[in-house]
């Protein structure tokens, strides 16, 4: 590198660089090697410059200045620096006979005099460096410890502190503190933080063991206090119904005036189950009610046009309501409800009494309301269930039980009594030695006449009468001139035993001709009475309080190669059904409206005071075990036959010659 003058610039000219004191607080002695070489090139570059430009030039140290030299520098200092800066003291120790002058960064001033002391003592010994003349080693600072100087951190293990015995295990005192109670030690933190231990251990324990001893010892059972009554204002005169459903079998809001009805020899039976739908918004899915089921089936037995489904029933404004919608379900165009109490509420003799509204309009054919009841061995809808059950009400051991009755004119198609009275030993039967099925009476299905609606009520039976033609002389019709026994006695698969009775059409769910309003709803009861002792029973049916007709147990005598059918001593389910069906009526569509609702206001069972019996497994005829061991029947709409649910027809002593 050149000057101005063209000559070399000389590294060490004292005129070349400030110090770093120098730099940092713009004044201060510079400090010159003793080496003669050094004076010499001071000398050299300390002429003037010959072509006058001296005063061009900065006047500025040269760069042979040591800034961590002061101006008392000799050798002996340097070569000590060289011995003692492997140590904290030598790094800070001047170089200037063994002292130096505190920085003014140094953040510990104080404790130079402690670096001087050890400096001067290294000093003394005589410790001399082989390069004692470098110019370029310094007694600098440059501890990593951002500005602490290195005297504050020991870096010999000779060196002692006052934390050294932390760092310094000591076995045998170790040993000697571990045999001593540290309770002793023990202070206020540590008292509170035994107590809190002490707590939480017994709170888990109380929690977690003592409560639950208690609990189910049945000490922590809560003692009724008496409610004190209030004065509050009245809102609202209206019950809100309680989330969970009664389990009385008489609804409390049936009257008291109702609480009996007059048989017809003139005794009081007593009422045994009432449910007067006024609990709104109860739903019938599976399990939903203690009483009532809505299915989710096609009624393919009838060949309906709609599908039973549990959303088309519910109650509202005090009724049972079945809606048949205009709705497309599982690929029919039509949609109703069926309610049914089957294995949940069964009855066996009495009177049951329904109030209804009836759908449509009474001149307009095409809906089949039903009010019913049938066998508990049977359940409605599930077809493999009936085969060889309905409507068979015969306890005899002849031909009635058969296929086909024996007979080959085809006056049955039935494929014979599966339940039958002469069942072999060890057959599957409910309670071998009683013949057993599921027969059908019904309390209505309506209809309709030339100008007004009509109720067919009828007892379904099997096995059948000569030309299905019961004994006439033993039923009796009350009032000719509304009732008269339907033309239709049955055919290949049941004998129907039915009256028709004219009804008025103020009792139907009105809807006026050109759709806007529904006229004011009106109600009427249908129901049956009956016995069914073998000499005295019978069965009576009832539009309101009349009674339209009487079958007496005698027309249902011996007749041809069968013998005395029952009056059905099975207990039986409740079933109420809108349904559509072209094998019931001719259905005239234009005129039909949809929805089309039937509502129901309340049903009422009433049994003799001696003879109440509202279970569907009465001990002399059981079904809850034959059900149960024979599900897949019972729980599957979709199987036809007994045989397709993967049981047999047990054998018997009169076709299979067993014992």
């Known amino acids: 590198m050149r000057n101005l003058t063209g000559e070399p610039e000389n590294p060490f000219d004292q005129q070349s660089y400030q110090s770093s004191d120098e730099r940092s607080h713009g004044s201060g002695d510079y400090l010159y090697p003793e080496n003669d070489s050094y004076n010499d090139v001071t000398s050299q570059t300390g002429s003037h410059n010959p072509s006058g430009t001296e005063h061009l030039m900065p006047q500025v140290p040269s760069r042979s200045t040591k800034p961590y030299f002061d101006s008392s520098h000799d050798g002996a200092s340097s070569r000590q620096y060289l011995v003692d800066r492997s140590s904290s003291s030598g790094s800070l120790a001047g170089m200037m006979g063994g002292s130096m002058t505190p920085n003014g960064f140094d953040r510990y001033p104080d404790r130079i005099s402690s670096v001087n002391i050890r400096s001067a003592t290294a000093s003394e010994a005589g410790s001399i460096s082989e390069n004692g003349d470098n110019p370029f080693v310094v007694n600098a600072d440059f501890s990593p410890f951002g500005g602490y100087p290195a005297s504050s951190f020991p870096l010999h293990i000779d060196e002692k502190e006052q934390d050294d015995y932390l760092h310094n295990p000591d076995p045998v005192l170790d040993q000697e503190m571990d045999k001593r109670c540290q309770c002793q030690k023990m202070d206020r933190r540590g008292i509170s933080s035994l107590i809190a231990f002490i707590l939480l251990i017994g709170g888990l324990a109380t929690v977690f063991i003592v409560l639950p001893i208690l609990t189910y010892s049945g000490v922590t059972e809560r003692v009724a206090h008496p409610v004190v009554a209030k004065e509050v204002e009245v809102i609202s005169a209206y019950e809100f119904p309680q989330l969970s459903f009664r389990t009385d079998l008489v609804d409390p809001d049936t009257p008291k005036e109702a609480m009996t009805h007059t048989a017809d020899d003139g005794s009081k039976w007593d009422l045994v189950f009432s449910d007067e739908f006024n609990m709104e918004g109860r739903t019938f899915y599976p399990n939903d009610d203690p009483y009532w089921t809505a299915v989710d089936i096609h009624y393919a037995a009838t060949k309906d046009l709609e599908w039973y489904d549990p959303d088309a029933a519910i109650t509202e404004n005090g009724t049972l309501v079945l809606q048949l919608d205009a709705f497309k379900s599982h690929d029919l165009y039509y949609r109703s409800g069926m309610v049914q109490s089957w294995n949940k509420l069964c009855f066996t003799q009495g009177y049951i009494e329904i109030s209804a509204s009836l759908p449509g309009q009474g001149r307009t054919p095409g809906l089949w309301p039903g009010l019913w009841t049938m066998?508990?061995?049977?359940?409605?809808?599930?077809?493999?269930?009936?085969?060889?059950?309905?409507?068979?009400?015969?306890?005899?051991?002849?031909?009635?039980?058969?296929?086909?009755?024996?007979?080959?004119?085809?006056?049955?198609?039935?494929?014979?009594?599966?339940?039958?009275?002469?069942?072999?030993?060890?057959?599957?039967?409910?309670?071998?030695?009683?013949?057993?099925?599921?027969?059908?009476?019904?309390?209505?299905?309506?209809?309709?006449?030339?100008?007004?609606?009509?109720?067919?009520?009828?007892?379904?039976?099997?096995?059948?009468?000569?030309?299905?033609?019961?004994?006439?002389?033993?039923?009796?019709?009350?009032?000719?001139?509304?009732?008269?026994?339907?033309?239709?006695?049955?055919?290949?698969?049941?004998?129907?035993?039915?009256?028709?009775?004219?009804?008025?059409?103020?009792?139907?769910?009105?809807?006026?001709?050109?759709?806007?309003?529904?006229?004011?709803?009106?109600?009427?009861?249908?129901?049956?009475?009956?016995?069914?002792?073998?000499?005295?029973?019978?069965?009576?049916?009832?539009?309101?309080?009349?009674?339209?007709?009487?079958?007496?147990?005698?027309?249902?005598?011996?007749?041809?190669?069968?013998?005395?059918?029952?009056?059905?001593?099975?207990?039986?389910?409740?079933?109420?059904?809108?349904?559509?069906?072209?094998?019931?009526?001719?259905?005239?569509?234009?005129?039909?409206?949809f929805p089309s609702k039937m509502r129901i206001d309340y049903v009422r069972v009433y049994q003799p005071s001696d003879q109440h019996s509202v279970t569907c497994d009465p001990d002399d005829y059981p079904t809850y075990d034959y059900i149960e061991s024979h599900k897949n029947a019972y729980e599957n709409a979709n199987l036809t036959l007994w045989t397709d649910a993967g049981y047999t027809f047990p054998q018997n002593t009169l076709m299979h010659g067993c014992k």
């Not at 033309?487 to 035993?497: D, E, N």
């Open 375 to 593: 066998g508990n061995l049977g359940r409605p809808g599930y077809l493999s269930t009936t085969d060889g059950v309905w409507p068979y009400g015969y306890n005899e051991c002849d031909a009635g039980i058969t296929p086909n009755q024996s007979s080959h004119d085809g006056i049955s198609y039935l494929p014979g009594q599966r339940l039958n009275k002469c069942t072999c030993k060890d057959e599957d039967h409910p309670n071998a030695g009683t013949g057993r099925g599921a027969p059908e009476i019904d309390a209505l299905e309506g209809s309709v006449g030339p100008k007004v609606g009509v109720a067919s009520q009828s007892l379904q039976v099997a096995p059948f009468d000569i030309w299905y033609i019961p004994d006439y002389n033993f039923i009796e019709i009350y009032n000719s001139s509304v009732t008269s026994m339907n033309t239709y006695a049955g055919g290949m698969f049941q004998q129907a035993i039915s009256g028709i009775t004219m009804l008025n059409n103020d009792w139907y769910d009105v809807v006026s001709i050109d759709g806007q309003d529904e006229s004011e709803l009106h109600y009427q009861t249908f129901g049956f009475e009956y016995l069914n002792d073998d000499d005295k029973g019978y069965i009576k049916w009832f539009v309101g309080q009349d009674p339209t007709f009487n079958l007496h147990g005698y027309a249902l005598g011996p007749n041809g190669n069968v013998g005395r059918r029952d009056i059905s001593k099975e207990p039986m389910s409740i079933i109420m059904n809108l349904g559509l069906s072209n094998s019931w009526t001719y259905i005239d569509w234009p005129a039909l409206n």
